[in-house]
């Protein structure tokens, strides 16, 4: 089963632009990561943010969750053709603390 | 190195054969995850243990599936009678704790003929 959706499926956008990526979540949690893959390989922990939490940076990454919205976002600032990946968000729920992970976006930079 | 590994790499087999996955997670890390990939899609959770403890498996998997994590360590994922449907990438991946991030490992390629 999986729990968050993200949108857009798929982002191609130039190199030096912005990238934003959404994700839609069901049920309560008590935080919410992104992730990384690139093709054919494991995935990389980006960064997590808790419930109580409404902004996160790391670098180039900046993460929001909106909990009343059940939704967070992934911006990648000033992309480099090293970002083209697939991102998925995961969600560990409060019921559980099982990692459930959504369908991905599939991001390309364009040089 | 004291990532997440994972053995096989690749794996192909004939149907109707039994597979065995082994997963070697960060050493201090008591949770570790099961997961099954296939192209185009995110990881779909299999099951999970809390040190030796196996906490759910997943509804989705047939008995066919089985997993173990004996004395807290590593893990093995062994399917039986394997279908073609089984075709996947199969991955691991430990945390330290329940509620912290998970670290992968490489993932096994399972091809079934």
């Known amino acids: 089963s999986q729990q968050g959706e993200e949108d857009p499926q798929a982002l191609s956008i130039q190199e030096g632009e912005n990238a934003t990526m959404n994700c839609s979540y069901k049920t309560s949690i008590n935080n919410l990561q992104w992730y990384r893959q690139n093709s054919g390989r494991g995935l990389v922990h980006l960064i997590l943010?808790?419930?109580?939490?409404r902004e996160k940076h790391s670098g180039r990454l900046r993460v929001t969750l909106d909990t009343s919205k059940k939704s967070s976002s992934l911006l990648i600032t000033a992309s480099r053709a090293a970002d083209t990946a697939s991102y998925f968000c995961?969600?560990?729920?409060?019921?559980?603390?099982?990692?459930?992970f959504g369908k991905g976006t599939r991001l390309h930079i364009l040089p | 190195d004291t990532g997440v590994s994972q053995d096989p790499r690749h794996k192909i087999t004939k149907r109707g054969q039994n597979v065995t996955f082994r997963c070697d997670p960060i050493s201090e890390h008591n949770r570790l995850y099961w997961y099954r990939q296939t192209l185009g899609q995110g990881p779909e959770f299999l099951t999970y243990f809390q040190n030796e403890a196996q906490l759910e498996k997943s509804r989705l998997l047939s008995d066919r599936f089985s997993a173990e994590r004996p004395k807290g360590s590593f893990s093995t994922l062994e399917i039986q009678r394997t279908e073609q449907g089984d075709s996947a990438m199969y991955l691991c991946?430990?945390?330290?704790?329940?509620?912290?991030?998970?670290?992968f490992g490489q993932g096994t390629r399972l091809t079934v003929v």
């Open positions: 995961a969600t560990v729920l409060n019921r559980d603390d099982k990692i459930i």
């Open positions: 943010i808790r419930s109580n939490e």
């Open positions: 991946a430990s945390s330290f704790n329940s509620r912290t991030e998970a670290f």
